[in-house]
């Protein structure tokens, strides 16, 4: 079994920052690429970020120049530094982790998400 869990939500004002963190925890062998998405009331989930083991990252549009994406591999944890943060980013933020498992088999695996509400 594997857990995603993702931590340091909560309510900013506009122009404030977060950090998100998601821990990933359970029968890891490797873990592959990480992701950010964000779900918002009535909208489809999307794209925030992603990170490969490598480093490699990937921003969607509204996240560059204001958010960070980040991951420390040997704990198995990622992180988003989000500033300037908007009331439109408000949403639910969910980590994804595609990992390599001691089944031996690549897996894809969703946190339950962390609320972040921007308002004043």
């Known amino acids: 079994q594997v857990q995603l869990v993702e931590s340091g939500g909560g309510l900013v004002q506009p122009g404030g920052s977060l950090r998100l963190s998601c821990a990933a925890s359970?029968?890891?062998?490797?873990?592959?690429?990480m992701g950010w998405y964000r779900q918002a009331p009535g909208k489809q989930r999307e794209l925030v970020a992603t990170?490969?083991?490598?480093?490699?990252?990937n921003y969607a549009d509204f996240a560059k120049d204001r958010f960070t994406i980040s991951r420390d591999i040997a704990k198995n944890t990622m992180f988003l530094q989000m500033n300037s943060l908007k009331p439109e980013d408000t949403a639910v933020y969910l980590c994804?982790?595609?990992?390599?498992?001691?089944?031996?088999?690549?897996?894809?695996?969703w946190g339950k998400g962390t609320l972040v509400t921007v308002s004043s």
């Open positions: 990170i490969t083991n490598g480093g490699s990252t």
């Open positions: 994804n982790a595609l990992i390599y498992t001691m089944s031996q088999e690549f897996r894809n695996y």
């Open positions: 359970g029968s890891i062998l490797k873990i592959n690429v």
